[in-house]
């Protein structure tokens, strides 16, 4: 059994696990991060962002004037933005027979899966992981392609010339694994191979092994798999949650006695508590809107942003915010509201049941009927006409890379009104802000992370203790930053076996039994005999035969009789004679037993040698060796057969015949 890691990212993992003749990829998640490296996309011309003065070495030897530039005293790309992929020269990924999707958060690289390595298997997802994925694809490729660029820059990834450019450019890894956003063609190609699967659903690989989603808790419709066959069980968790919000319940008892226990999308911000944050939240937020600035969010369009909206719904009449306009601005801005309305059997039990009073389950419906909450597709258009300030805005990209809120930070950019609020954990903040600095505007970090933390992790590792765990090297260690904390580490009974980007992990695992299947007719002939109180023996012979990862133990078939012929044969065939098999022998030789055995047939002159396998007999008399072992006999006798077999007769008398 062995597990290929293809991505470092540990809470956007992509790895590939070999199990009992199935490769299986577990997730394939999309490393963003890389975008932070490159130069925002304005949606309008800005005068700032043209003028930037390109990059030269200070000797002048290197000039990359058309491929980086100089902004707030760091160095950027500029080119359209690229994305890290998940490793590809580490195997042939098309030999990956399935691809098992955990949220929609780690399905964001299958394009790049699917459309180009020669993938032919089966995608398995929840429906709410399909249909947001599809979304957050939608809205990339649509950020990407409102504002193109056409030129690219390699030069600069050049080992010798990247060594030589100043941080963080210098130290970026796997720059050549970057590339450019995929098509909506390419989109719509990958998702049209996922297949839907519900929670506990069973679904059978080829005879092999059996795999099963289970609710991990984390946002909706998001799973931990259980990887099984008849005697073996791999647990997959990824992206849990054991706080009370929108989504289902993590189904625990599931992942209970694990051989193997994969552990990855821990939460990026164990410091924070996610209810402390979205306190801050709601309270920077009303101080900026009562000062008369305007609010900034940079946020995903799906997840966090259903329980951000809930929390300022309750949070508006009390803050006297009533009259503030709130704005969600992204493409895909109706669609993700409107489908967090109807996936209802996978929401939380409270939201469930409002369903059926009737009631919208989330409180963002009842803010869009009274005008509190406004969305729009993008700033052109109907927003540019209804747009009013002091306001709140939510819009994408988190990065501040591209997206609409490229267009907000250069328009509120320079007051100290207005705030900008982070509440998604997967950028640096201060290198989010970088290409936009001096920045006049406040801004506020409230990471806001429901995923497990370590001290959460180690209790429920206690409660369902699987035999291995194997999980990222970071979380084997505290925090680069936080050295000496060591509760920001897994601390466990037996140490867990970390992976990095692009290792091979052989898993400390050996697979023992195999399951049989006897015929009835075979069945029939077995003659058990028992050989202690309630255990029964019998032996069999037949014919295996293995199909499909199943193996059916059959009698073995006699030959067809020869079929009559005119002319006669000298010498009549005969079939061969099946010699019946001999009797296996079990039980042990007791020595004590055996000597007063054979001082009663007269053979008294008897030296016993111990051994490291148990005992050697001299039969001085008789010339005669017995070598007693755990596991055989042997009788050492020259030229006096009759001798050979008395001796034979009588450890026979101890042992029991099948």
């Not at 189904?251 to 410091?271: E, F, V």
């Not at 509190?372 to 988190?398: A, M, N, W």
């Not at 030789?589 to 008294?604: E, M, W, Y």
Request: hydrophobic fraction near 35%.
């Amino acid at each position: 059994m062995k597990l290929y890691c293809l991505s470092g990212h540990p809470t956007l993992p992509c790895n590939v696990l070999k199990f009992k003749s199935t490769t299986i990829m577990l997730d394939c998640g999309l490393d963003t991060t890389a975008v932070l490296n490159f130069l925002p996309l304005p949606l309008v011309h800005s005068p700032r962002l043209s003028k930037l003065p390109g990059w030269v070495s200070k000797d002048g030897s290197i000039n990359l004037e058309k491929e980086l530039k100089e902004c707030g005293g760091r160095v950027f790309v500029d080119s359209q933005p690229e994305l890290c992929l998940p490793e590809r020269e580490l195997m042939d990924l098309s030999t990956i027979d399935v691809i098992l999707i955990s949220n929609y958060h780690c399905m964001m690289a299958l394009p790049y899966i699917t459309e180009h390595s020669g993938f032919t298997g089966a995608v398995y997802a929840t429906e709410p992981t399909l249909q947001i994925g599809r979304l957050l694809m939608e809205e990339l490729v649509n950020h990407m392609e409102r504002v193109p660029k056409d030129q690219s820059a390699t030069c600069w990834k050049n080992k010798e010339i990247q060594r030589l450019l100043p941080v963080p450019l210098k130290d970026v890894e796997e720059v050549w694994a970057w590339k450019r956003c995929y098509t909506i063609q390419e989109v719509n190609s990958a998702l049209s191979k996922v297949q839907l699967v519900g929670y506990s659903q069973k679904v059978e690989l080829f005879g092999a092994v059996q795999v099963s989603p289970l609710s991990s808790g984390y946002s909706l419709g998001s799973s931990n798999w259980i990887i099984q066959s008849h005697y073996e069980k791999v647990s997959y968790m990824s992206g849990s949650s054991l706080l009370t919000t929108h989504p289902q319940p993590m189904d625990q008892s599931s992942l209970k006695n694990s051989d193997i226990l994969i552990l990855t999308g821990l939460t990026q911000m164990p410091t924070a508590n996610p209810d402390g944050m979205l306190g801050e939240f709601c309270s920077n937020l009303a101080m900026t809107i009562r000062a008369g600035g305007n609010v900034l969010v940079p946020c995903y369009s799906s997840g966090v942003i259903y329980d951000l909206l809930e929390c300022l719904y309750q949070f508006i009449d009390s803050a006297n915010l009533g009259s503030t306009p709130f704005y969600f601005i992204s493409p895909i801005a109706n669609s993700s509201l409107e489908f967090s309305q109807i996936f209802a059997e996978w929401l939380c039990h409270n939201k469930q049941s409002k369903v059926y009073l009737p009631e919208p389950p989330f409180p963002h419906a009842e803010l869009i009927q009274t005008n509190k909450l406004k969305h729009y597709p993008s700033i052109h258009g109907d927003f540019s006409s209804e747009f009013r300030q002091p306001c709140v805005v939510f819009t994408g990209h988190p990065s501040l890379r591209f997206g609409d809120v490229v267009h907000f930070m250069e328009l509120w950019g320079r007051s100290t009104l207005n705030t900008i609020i982070f509440t998604e954990p997967d950028f640096s903040y201060l290198d989010a802000l970088a290409p936009y600095q001096p920045l006049a505007m406040k801004c506020v970090y409230c990471p806001i992370d429901t995923r497990l933390n370590f001290h959460q992790v180690s209790k429920l590792l206690k409660e369902i203790q699987p035999l291995h765990v194997v999980c990222p090297e970071q979380y084997t260690q505290p925090p680069p930053a936080q050295s000496h904390r060591s509760d920001l580490m897994l601390e466990l009974p037996a140490a867990p076996l970390p992976y990095r980007r692009g290792s091979v992990l052989t898993l400390p695992f050996r697979r023992s039994y195999e399951r049989i299947h006897l015929l009835p007719e075979l069945a029939k002939s077995l003659v058990p005999s028992e050989v202690k109180p309630g255990v029964s023996v019998a032996t069999v012979s037949g014919m295996l035969q293995s199909k499909d990862n199943k193996h059916t133990l059959m009698s073995v078939p006699r030959p067809p009789p020869a079929a009559p012929t005119k002319k006669r044969k000298r010498v009549l065939e005969e079939p061969p004679e099946v010699l019946a098999p001999k009797p296996l022998l079990s039980g042990a030789v007791p020595l004590d037993g055996f000597l007063a055995t054979l001082h009663k047939h007269g053979i008294s002159e008897v030296k016993v040698e111990e051994t490291a396998d148990g005992h050697i007999l001299h039969l001085q008399a008789e010339d005669a060796l017995i070598q007693m072992e755990a596991d055989a006999t042997h009788i050492v006798c020259d030229n006096n057969e009759p001798m050979r077999t008395t001796l034979r007769d009588l450890v026979l008398r101890f042992l029991q015949k099948l």
